[in-house]
């Protein structure tokens, strides 16, 4: 029942006689093209295929696209057959994932879902989805439809993902499935055969600039920095211009300039410090190679442009095999090895080099 902590801790909070206070207001997503608004229309008219996975990036929008296809199908509103209305109280309640029609399946996000409903950090488990599927069996729909919403679908177990087959078949009246993956080719063929892919845009520069521009007013000097690691996210460019990420960035530009330098544990502290959870420290490591591998890309980048010229002739090593490595480091991280041994052994691969 774990998986549905969340729903009914919500449903608590929010007494249906409350209109939606403090509700989180509905996003329309950034810079997408005609696929989704497709999609959309689809979806007013209760016409979307019953399971459809959102594809993208990290921090690259996923879930705001999410968010408005599940409003787009529960939306009672008139005004617009072609969108949701983004103002009604149903719109803000899927907003803040407090609608009762709206079934959440997710990794464990603190401490309390790790410990007390027993959730993973790393996957989605065959008992949450068994558990989802007791309450669509048991809950009739309410509004216009009911929707299963499964974040970080690629991470469910095989288990998990054949439990969830079972529904992909057979959904019931009205019911939709939206997956969110980042990495929609961990999912079994036998899914992903039955989904309707989305693939979530990445964004173009001026676009971006435009929008952290607006969002953080002060991101001025960070900005640049900013754009080149975010590649195309809204969230990963936000995320950049946060303190604690500039920090750790300049951390990372520094150590690229003199490897020779590198002292691996250390650094790997330095990243993770200040994650007093493992939760944080999964994501502070994430970042940290994110930011690793922005730049390593970036370098190599550069160095394909010298070599496009008649004179270049420069190396793309040590930086690809340094790619790699911390490509690896990602999967490690994944597997669920602590995040402070993973950092470390890749920055320690990394002098080797040098
Ligand atoms: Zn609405």
Not at 41 to 66: I, N
Request: charged share 25%; proline share 6%.
């Amino acid at each position: 029942m774990s998986g549905w902590q969340r729903e009914g801790r919500s449903k608590a909070a929010a007494p249906t006689a409350s209109p939606a206070s403090a509700a989180a207001r509905l996003s329309r997503p950034l810079g997408q093209g005609a696929q989704l608004a497709h999609e959309v229309r689809l979806a007013r008219r209760l016409q979307l295929p019953h399971a459809v996975v959102v594809e993208g990036l990290r921090g690259g929008g996923k879930s705001t696209v999410l968010k408005w296809l599940t409003a787009a199908l529960l939306c009672p509103s008139e005004l617009d057959p072609d969108e949701p209305c983004g103002g009604c109280r149903t719109c803000s309640r899927v907003a803040s994932d407090l609608h009762p029609d709206v079934h959440l399946v997710h990794r464990a996000q603190d401490e309390h879902d790790h410990k007390e409903n027993k959730l993973s950090f790393y996957v989605i488990k065959v008992d949450q989805i068994r558990a989802a599927q007791e309450v669509l069996a048991r809950h009739a729909v309410e509004g216009r439809a009911r929707v299963l919403c499964i974040a970080d679908a690629d991470t469910m177990e095989e288990e998990a993902q054949n439990a969830l087959l079972k529904t992909l078949e057979e959904p019931g009246e009205a019911t939709f499935l939206l997956l969110e993956a980042t990495r929609p080719e961990q999912l079994l063929q036998t899914v992903r055969s039955r989904v309707r892919r989305i693939r979530v845009l990445p964004l173009p520069p001026e676009t971006l600039q435009e929008e952290i521009s607006r969002r953080v007013p002060g991101a001025g000097q960070h900005l640049d920095a900013a754009l080149a690691v975010a590649r195309g996210s809204l969230g990963l460019g936000l995320l950049a211009t946060t303190e604690q990420v500039v920090q750790l960035h300049d951390l990372v530009r520094e150590m690229l300039v003199d490897p020779k330098q590198l002292r691996p544990v250390a650094m790997a502290r330095a990243a993770l410090e200040g994650a007093r959870e493992r939760r944080l420290e999964i994501d502070a490591a994430r970042t940290f190679l994110w930011l690793l591998r922005a730049e390593l890309q970036r370098e190599i980048d550069a160095l394909a442009q010298v070599e496009a010229t008649p004179y270049g002739s420069a190396s793309a090593e040590p930086w690809t095999t340094w790619l790699e490595q911390t490509l690896a480091a990602e999967r490690d991280l994944q597997l669920q090895i602590p995040p402070e041994q993973v950092l470390t052994a890749c920055l320690v691969s990394f002098r080797h080099g040098v």
